[in-house]
Structures are given as C-alpha cells and as structure tokens.
C-alpha cells in the first residue's frame, strides 16, 4: 500500500490530466468496458493513435492506469487501478470547491 504522501503527491498531479476530456474519455472507456489495448481504445474514443498513446502515458505515470504484458499478446493491455482514480478525483473535486 503506498504511503499517504505519496498518495496526496500522485492525487495532485493528476488534477489536471482527470480534467482533460480526452483522458476522461479513456478513463471512462475502461471504466465500462474493462481492460482494453491501445488499439481498442483508439477505436472506441475515436481519437488517434498518438493521442491515446501521450493520455495513456499520462495515467500509467500517476498510477491511474495499469500496463499489463501478456506472453500471448505483444501488444499491451490497460486497465483502470480504481484505488488511485478516487483518490484523484477526489482531490480534483477538492480542488474546485477551494478544500
């Protein structure tokens, strides 16, 4: 389990990234549909493949998402760590009402 001030550190600096509607729409994406690949993913929010690819960057990097490898796939699969992403939306919200 990671420490508090870590936590409080990896909620801050994903205040912004949650805020960006392109990274809202991927979180959202594997919120309902589960793990996915880029390539899913790029289907799925009609975005392109190096936009997925810099907002998946940006939520492997504040733990929001796991990269899972597979020996039968070489291509990487995503899936939301739902722990950090309510810490972090959490502190998005206290953000907005001044807390």
Known sequence: MPSTS??????ERM???IARRSVAIIVRSLALKG???CGELTSSTQALESSVLRDLAVLTQGDLVVEMR???SSEATYALNNAALVAATAGHVDCILGR
């Open 15 to 17: 205040i912004e990234p």
């Open 35 to 37: 793990p996915l690949t």
């Open 70 to 72: 597979s020996d039968r």
């Open 6 to 11: 870590k936590t409080v550190e990896s909620d």
